[in-house]
């Protein structure tokens, strides 16, 4: 039985959660059966396993941050790969050992070859200049829409690659910075899915994220009920872009190397597909796509590797892409999240 | 004429052939469907894996010029008949992502069959000799390219301004209800614009290898986007817009080279991207057509 | 000559033609007049198979065959004969208004034939040939009207389907359209006519369709419907 508030779907979105407290518990729950999950894998697991598992959660983050972006605020952008860059460089510069920098990135001003940070600050840091460059470019791009958007972003990622390939001085060229710090493990890619989920679900379920669907279902009438659209374009764009730059980082640091290839258009692509085959917009579905491509491609690359068809798995993924789009275009859970899990998280009494 | 300015013309001219043939495919698939065709690009690919193939089968040039253009017309055709035509009339954003998957599709089953590995490629040798014009001297690849080119888009300009099937065409373009209502079949129409385009991509891929002399399978994604560039200079949609953007783009390119010292050359792609993003800015209709449509 | 048997057609998930049967005998112009949304143009677009109805017949009798329009492609019906002139004219704008009229001629193979009609069509609206090499979209609203009509005509109608002609256009030109709307039922094309003008429409119809609400809930000959007291309440403004 439910009560008449869930009778609507209007009343699903609009509502914000009425008794915050059980909402609370079940997230701080949940977040601890994933905790011991987690550390279960650890004991039981080989290294591969548990990276693999540290490769899935950052995924998962990526593709639910560009739920916000995407999803809620039908801002087209295939840019994540350009910020996870600036992210990943920029947090790299500043944890790698002082003994080594000055001689590796000759460019660096000595302030910044004498600094050696741990990977918290650096990973602020990074969040920090990748939402300032997102500030930038997103001033100046989100005036275009749809697909122009998505390929002015697109040409984003071929600029700040190239800027990564041919400023040496500063990024060691197309070589790239390996050999950095392992400073993140599992439990880093564990708390920034954590973190990244509950930023986005608090925002879609807020006011914020309601003036963002209203700008994606018609900007215009959008504006003329007052939410300044130009505004919320760039705030959803920058969110987006700062926990992408902090996901390179944080793979940066977990592969301990970043090249300027590292985060290329493949890869937009990839989380795009997340985000497409959950359904945009919807946070649950991201995480589930993200999942299972993540699997599905480790999977297969070993019969990949055995038979010698290196690009079968992304083959596979474009078709089921393909697929998704002509069977289910909405994606598995359109633009919300399965009754079940909001009425877990939103906290509404059942009955 | 200075050698070296001469040089560069030809040079940036013969790059703009490309991406002009890219182009106006692009922009014709476009104007007709309103889809930003990503796997276009692909196109340049397959053209240039083709002659290779035909190269090596032993097939006289010019007869693989015509084989490369069939080629190129029954890829296109197909990928619009299975992929494109069933989604057709879903939301800008649905198709956009499904041509999407179709490149990194075409990509990495051409990563699978050819492996990555780069494949030299060789025009005959008498394309590669030089030839002057008083006091000056050019590779013969290049006017080749050039003289070529002009010839394939004098003829597209016959089909799509002088023949019933140019006039379907473009009315399709304008107005596809109304085409409809005028007894034209749209699927075949838009089939044809296909076709035409695709062909158009795989000559330029034919080209690309000539100039370049090295193929690999992902060498049809920067010309791709690229042509997308190009479209954006001229207007989008315009087909005479998307052959002149395609010539500033590849002058613009070897004058960016060739102004600038040595060490930025490797920022050519960075540039030819802020480019787009400054005229996008500036002028988002294209810098030849009227402001008037809104770019949505 | 058409005959139209309970047409059932749905947009989305909205039933806008519910169960709609009339006929349109040949040679005869029948006017099809109701509010906006009532669901005329739907009708229209179903005709010329640019809509697919749920159920339904529409059965065009031409010469000796009977063809189903309901089960044939747009281009199909065009070439059996029968021509819609779409709502808002739907030129094409940016080609020249010889090359609008060509676009009419599209499924016209004889040649010769094509030229015939051009001059007849010229002759009818002489700005068309003056104009030959303008862009369509730069001419008046009138001027553009002249182009569709005259486009319909040169895919040699059997039958005509004209959605609003009168649409925006000033009342002389409107006079002009309607002329011409007579002119071509005295050379024995088959008309089906949309109005809002409904009195226009009953005064030079055959027979009449009122339709509401997806439904035909009135018919008989024009004059009939013309001195109808509900239709004269409701569609040619006269208080009773």
């Excluded at chain 1, 990973?123 to 989100?142: F, N």
């Excluded at chain 3, 005295?186 to 226009?200: F, H, K």
Aim: with cysteine.
């Amino acid at each position: 039985m439910q009560t008449p508030s869930q009778t609507t779907s209007m009343a699903e979105t609009a509502s914000a959660p009425t008794t915050p407290r059980r909402g609370f518990v079940a997230a701080i729950l949940t977040i601890v059966v994933a905790a011991a999950a987690v550390w279960a894998a650890q004991q039981g697991l080989n290294s591969y396993l548990v990276t693999l598992l540290a490769l899935l959660f950052i995924n998962a983050a990526l593709a639910v941050s560009l739920t916000l972006t995407n999803g809620l605020t039908g801002l087209f952008s295939l840019g994540h790969p350009a910020f996870m860059t600036i992210g990943a460089y920029v947090a790299a510069i500043l944890t790698f050992s002082a003994r080594r920098k000055g001689s590796m990135l000759p460019g660096l001003p000595d302030w910044l070859a004498s600094t050696e940070l741990s990977m918290f600050p650096a990973l602020l840091i990074a969040g920090l200049v990748g939402g300032l460059v997102a500030l930038a470019i997103g001033w100046a791009v989100l005036r275009l829409k749809g697909h122009y958007l998505a390929v002015a972003t697109l040409g984003l990622i071929i600029v700040v690659q190239g800027l990564a390939t041919n400023w040496d001085g500063i990024t060691r060229g197309g070589a790239g910075l390996s050999g950095l710090p392992r400073h993140v493990n599992i439990w880093w890619a564990l708390g920034f899915l954590v973190i990244v989920v509950a930023i986005t679900w608090r925002i879609k379920y807020s006011s914020l994220g309601r003036a963002m669907m209203a700008v994606r279902e018609n900007e215009l009438a959008a504006s003329c009920s007052g939410i300044n659209a130009a505004r919320l374009k760039i705030l959803a764009f920058v969110i987006g872009a700062v926990m992408a730059a902090m996901a390179g980082a944080l793979l940066a640091h977990l592969i301990s190397v970043v090249t300027p290839k590292t985060y290329s258009v493949l890869l937009a692509f990839n989380i795009v597909v997340m985000v497409v085959i959950g359904g945009s917009g919807s946070i649950t579905g991201a995480i589930v796509a993200a999942t299972a491509i993540t699997v599905l491609s480790e999977a297969l690359r070993p019969v990949e590797e055995s038979i010698g068809l290196y690009g079968m798995s992304q083959v596979i993924v474009a078709l089921c892409l393909i697929v998704v789009l002509y069977l289910k275009p909405g994606g598995l859970f359109g633009s919300g999240e399965p009754a079940f899990v909001r009425r877990l998280f939103s906290g509404r009494k059942t009955q | 004429m200075n050698q070296y300015l001469f040089q560069q013309l030809i040079n940036g001219l013969a790059l703009g052939s490309l991406y002009a043939l890219v182009a106006i495919g692009f922009s014709m698939i476009y104007g007709i469907v309103r889809l930003i065709n990503f796997a276009h690009g692909d196109l340049v690919m397959i053209g240039a894996f083709s002659t290779l193939a035909l190269v090596t089968a032993g097939v006289p040039w010019p007869l693989i010029l015509v084989f490369v253009l069939a080629i190129g017309a029954i890829a296109g055709m197909t990928i619009e008949t299975i992929v494109f035509r069933p989604i057709r009339g879903a939301s800008q954003v649905t198709g956009f992502i499904a041509t999407l998957a179709v490149s990194i599709a075409i990509q990495n089953s051409a990563l699978m069959i050819l492996s990555g590995q780069p494949r030299n490629f060789l025009f005959p040798a008498f394309m590669r000799q030089r030839v002057g014009f008083g006091g000056v001297n050019a590779s013969l690849t290049d006017i080749a390219i050039i003289v070529l080119t002009l010839l394939l888009i004098g003829g597209l300009f016959l089909v799509v301004y002088r023949t019933r099937l140019g006039t379907a065409m473009r009315a399709t373009a304008e107005n596809l209800t109304a085409a409809r209502l005028m007894g034209v079949a749209v699927n075949r129409t838009i089939l044809a614009a296909f076709a035409i385009g695709s062909a158009l991509a795989a000559v330029s891929g034919l080209f690309w290898g000539g100039k370049f002399g090295q193929i690999d399978p992902l060498l049809g994604f920067v010309p791709g986007l690229k042509a997308f560039v190009a479209c954006v200079i001229g207007g989008v949609g315009s087909i005479g817009g998307a052959m002149l953007g395609g010539y500033i783009l590849g002058l613009a390119e070897v004058l960016f080279v060739g102004l600038l010292p040595q060490e930025f050359s490797g920022y050519r792609d960075t540039f030819v991207f802020l480019l787009l993003i400054v005229i996008l800015l500036i002028r988002p209709s294209g810098l030849f057509v009227r402001q008037t449509e809104e770019r949505a | 000559m058409l005959e139209v048997r309970d047409l059932n057609v749905y947009r989305g998930a909205t039933h806008v033609l519910k169960g709609v049967s009339f006929d349109v005998r040949q040679g005869q112009l029948a006017a099809l007049i109701g509010a906006n949304g009532a669901g005329k143009s739907t009708t229209l677009l179903t005709l010329s198979g640019l809509l697919r109805p749920r159920s339904g017949s529409a059965l065009l009798h031409i010469e000796n065959e009977t063809l189903d329009l309901t089960r044939m492609s747009s281009e199909k019906i065009v070439r059996a004969g029968l021509i819609h002139c779409p709502e808002g004219r739907q030129i094409f704008q940016s080609l020249s208004v010889a090359e609008n009229l060509d676009m009419g001629a599209y499924t016209q193979r004889d040649r010769a034939e094509v030229r015939r009609t051009m001059e007849e069509v010229h002759t009818l609206f002489p700005i068309l040939a003056e104009r030959a090499n303008v862009a369509a979209g730069s001419l008046s609203g009138g001027e553009q009207m002249m182009v569709a009509i005259g486009r319909a005509l040169l895919a040699k109608p059997k039958m005509l389907l004209l959605d609003e002609p009168s649409l925006g256009l000033a009342p002389l030109v409107v006079e002009t359209i309607f002329d011409v709307i007579q002119r071509l039922k005295s050379t024995g094309v088959t008309i089906l006519l949309i109005e809002q003008n409904a009195a226009m429409a009953l005064e030079i119809a055959d027979s009449a369709y009122v339709m509401e609400n997806g439904n035909i809930v009135l018919s008989g000959t024009g004059k009939e419907l013309a001195s109808n007291d509900r239709v004269r309440q409701s569609y040619l403004g006269v208080t009773a």
